[in-house]
């Protein structure tokens, strides 16, 4: 199957920093990417879409201007998570889709905010 | 709003046991899919099945996807150890602008030696 990669696989932060998650898509051409969030012991929450080139989409209830999303390229995508608190600690996976294939899941990054 | 309804949540059993997790909605599906997820690693894909009525056998998992295609389930035959994991049944549609997955809320499989 297709290898999405993410980096960092975790990561921990002051409160009021910002952090950095990349996304990446190594064997295949990422036309669409996904972020998700999921919590501890419940499943994954779509928080935005980005196509390639375009400006990401964010389901209702998460702040654009706190998780910014660049889909600059076919297989690089990163969510930017601005002035982190401890509420955003959580488990962040990406997914990434050529077309309409399958879509494929990163290994996920654990943010921790202190 | 579309919505997965997945059963049951939690599945404790002893090694050699069958076992079947559900997923049902009110909506059609184009297509869907089944993970399986580690804790701390993202969900892994283990099929698709995009026919009405289409089953599909990996190993000892059988997937059946309704004629209706608003249901599916997973079937695990002499359950091992190693099967243990959450299970995340996940349905695509692609009549919207953007054809995201809507997930289910997961079953987390233990299955003990």
């Known amino acids: 199957g297709a290898v999405v990669s993410q980096h960092p696989s975790w990561v921990i932060c002051k409160s009021g920093t910002s952090v950095k998650i990349e996304c990446r898509s190594l064997d295949f051409q990422a036309t669409t990417m996904f972020w998700y969030r999921q919590f501890p012991k419940q499943s994954l929450m779509l928080m935005a879409t980005s196509n390639e080139g375009s400006k990401a989409t964010y389901e209702q209830g998460v702040e654009k201007d706190k998780f910014l999303i660049n889909h600059a390229s076919l297989t690089l995508s990163t969510l930017t998570v601005t002035s982190a608190h401890p509420e955003d600690s959580s488990f962040y996976i990406c997914s990434a889709r050529e077309g309409l294939q399958d879509e494929f899941f990163g290994p996920g990054t654990r943010l921790t905010v202190l | 709003t579309q919505l997965l309804e997945q059963s049951p949540q939690f599945l404790s059993i002893q090694e050699g046991e069958n076992l079947t997790v559900y997923c049902n909605s009110s909506s059609v599906f184009s297509s869907l899919q089944w993970y399986r997820q580690e804790p701390g690693e993202g969900p892994v894909l283990l099929v698709t099945?995009?026919?009405?009525?289409e089953v599909k056998k990996l190993k000892r998992l059988t997937f059946q996807f309704g004629d209706a295609r608003k249901d599916s389930s997973l079937h695990i035959t002499a359950a091992q150890p190693g099967d243990t994991g959450l299970y995340l049944c996940a349905g695509a549609s692609y009549g919207g602008s953007q054809g995201n997955l809507i997930f289910g809320k997961g079953t987390k499989l233990s299955v003990k030696p």
């Open positions: 099945v995009v026919t009405g009525g």
